[in-house]
C-alpha cells in the first residue's frame, strides 16, 4: 500500500466483483459533491453490448481492450468518484493510469461473502462472465489469490468490507481520505 501519495483528481475504488465499488462509490460521490462513473457500465453503453456478451462473442482480450480504452477516458475527468472494473489491474498500462489518476481504495471480502452478494443480487452472476472453470466461491477465491497484489499494489487504501454496512465503508474511506488531505463537505 502506498502512504502518504498527495490525492490528484479523482477517487477510483477497485476490488473483486461484488465488494462493493458501485454502491460505495455513488454514496461517495454524493457525500463529496463530485461525478461518478461505473467502469462497466460506461464500457456497456459505448460499445452497446452487455459484457457477457463481449466474452462470449469477441473474448476477453477484446474486453481488456475495451475496458483500457474506457478507463484511459474516464481518469482525465476531472474528480470522478470511479468504480473500476474487476480486472482493471491486470494490465500495467492501467495500474500506471490509476496511480497517476489520484487516491485508489482496494474493497476486499472473504470469497465465501462475495458469493452472497452476488447470488443475492438481481444483476448477479447472470450479468458477470465466468473467470475460471471453478464453482462461484473457488473461482473468485482463485481471482482474488491471483489479484490481491496487483489489487496492493496500485492501493492507497485496503478495506476490508465484510461486516460493514456500506456506510461503514464510506466513513472509513472518508476518514482517510480526510486524513490525507482531501476535501469531503
Known sequence: MKENRSHRQ???????RGT?????????ADRLGRPFADADVELEAASGRSIPSIFAELGEPCFRDWEERMLGELTTRPELILATGGGVVLRESNRKRLREFGFVVWLTADPALLTDRLLANP??????PALTSAGTIAELADVLQARAP???EVADLVIETGGRTTRQVVDAILDEWDDRGGQSS
Open 10 to 16: 479523482g477517487l477510483a475504488l477497485v476490488g473483486l
Open 20 to 28: 462493493g465499488k458501485s454502491s460505495v462509490g455513488r454514496i461517495l
Open 150 to 152: 496487483l489489487y496492493r
Open 123 to 128: 444483476r448477479g452472476l447472470a450479468h458477470r
